[in-house]
């Protein structure tokens, strides 16, 4: 009894889906009472449906996949027309080739059904019947329909999806329709997934970058292979195909996202984490009933994870745990909430906002690196000319330090670096001292001799003191002073500071 409620649930569930998708309402075959006989191989008319083989089953017991069977139900109409006499057709969707018999007589078919693969020609996915108005009836209309499926690739709990009657047009237009919303989210992950790839070949965040333009690209594959329904009234082979792209996008973004959070927050034990919730996915995506099942455990596994682990690292206070946590939290809800729109539209909408957001916070990080840039170039220039004249000067001047309660007097010459210390700057000098400054570095700089450069965000150096400069394959570079100490240049700074030690 509760399976027969729960094939009923899931038999009004796809009408609604069906109906909603269409702008006329469609007449759909009673489901669950559905006639089955299987096909012998001699066979060219419909059986009467009273052999020891054929059964009365619910549609969604019906299985033509590894076989070749007769189907028999019936149809119920009001009108022999629809909405302003619009004329009407027989729609049947689901894995399989067909020949259709509507009232007794023969209307079509779809590929060719056959005893095996050989003897068969695979139909469409998604095909039209179109009917003349004398086949009809008010009241019941039975269909007949000799089915068989041997060229799949994947065995689908469910292979056959309609069988309705309803205002004539192709049925790819209705799956289109219900994808368009989500259609319209396309162009964000394709810029995305371009920006972040070239962010990822020039950018200083490198895996960053390319780690998210695998998930727009991995969201923007997904899209598509749904969408694909509603493009091409494709084979039903391809359905298996399709089916299976949509399961692997939905495991690689989930993977995707928890390598993002795993490499962000942990490295020391990255790999062993992926493998582990690799397997997990794997083993949960393979023991899933139905494909949507499949792809939504795909996703859903390695974000669980993720969500667990930033819980945790919240619960430890470590920066921004709390913000990954809410995103994921919000995917995870979303999912177990609304399991069958959440791959059909929420989703995509989750993604392309998530996706907004970054591409706002790149455009302020972009402002804020064009004001540093500027910043960094005036002081290039300022270090052009502090290491053509270092050789020529010796700067005796002395500044006032304040450290510890007291205030001591250095002398500017002994100074071989400064470096950042949070809200104080650490002054290492030419005898090994190291005093720390009550100051910020930009505060120390300004009253500085021009000697001292500012090389790096953290870094001040005393021009007298350099010897040498080593560049790096990232394009940043090391200043090695007199002492061998080694500090940082910048990877902007870097070709003013080559042409003035050359």
Known sequence: MLIMTLRTIIAGILCLSFLSASAHARSFMDYEEVAVCPA??????????????????????????????????????????????????LFVSGKMASEVYLNGEFIGRNGRPGIDANDEIPGLMDATFYLDQSLLRVGNNEVLIKASSHRGYLHLENPIHM??????????????????????????FILGAVFFGVMGLIGPARRQAI????????????????????????????????????????????????FHVLSTFRTSFLFGALVVTSALTTMTVYLAPGFD?????????PMMVSLIATGFWTYQRINRAFVYFLILATFVTAILVFPS??????????????LLLLFVEKGFALARETREHALEARRADRLALALEQANERDDGSEIAVSSAGRIDRIKTNEILFCRSAGGYAEMVLVDGRVILHSATLSELEETLPQTFLRVHRSFLVNSKF??????????TGTLTLEDGAAVPVSRRIMPQVRQALS
């Not at 089953?57 to 006499?85: K, M």
């Not at 099942?293 to 596994?301: C, D, N, R, S, T």
């Not at 729109?341 to 998530?354: E, K, P």
């Open 293 to 301: 099942q499949k792809a939504e455990f795909g996703m859903l596994v």
């Open 466 to 475: 350099v010897q040498k400069l080593d560049r790096d394959a990232a394009g």
């Open 163 to 188: 069988i309705a009657i309803g205002v004539s047009r192709p049925l790819t237009d209705d799956f289109l329709r219900h994808y368009v919303p989500s259609l319209l989210t396309l162009g964000i």
């Open 40 to 89: 012998l191989s001699d066979e060219h008319s419909p059986p009467d449906f009273s052999g020891p083989n054929c059964e009365t089953v619910s549609a969604f017991e019906v299985d033509p996949q590894e076989a070749q069977i007769w189907i028999r139900g019936n149809i119920r109409l009001e009108n022999r027309t629809g909405p302003e006499n619009q004329p009407l057709a």
């Open 341 to 354: 729109l959440f791959l059909d539209r929420i989703f995509y909408y989750l993604v392309a906002a998530f």
């Open 211 to 258: 780690t998210f333009s695998l998930m727009c690209l991995f969201t923007a594959g997904q899209l598509v292979a749904e969408v694909y329904r509603g493009i091409d009234p494709y084979l039903y082979p391809t359905h298996d195909f399709r089916l299976a792209m949509i399961v692997l996008f939905s495991a690689s973004f989930g993977l995707t996202v928890a």
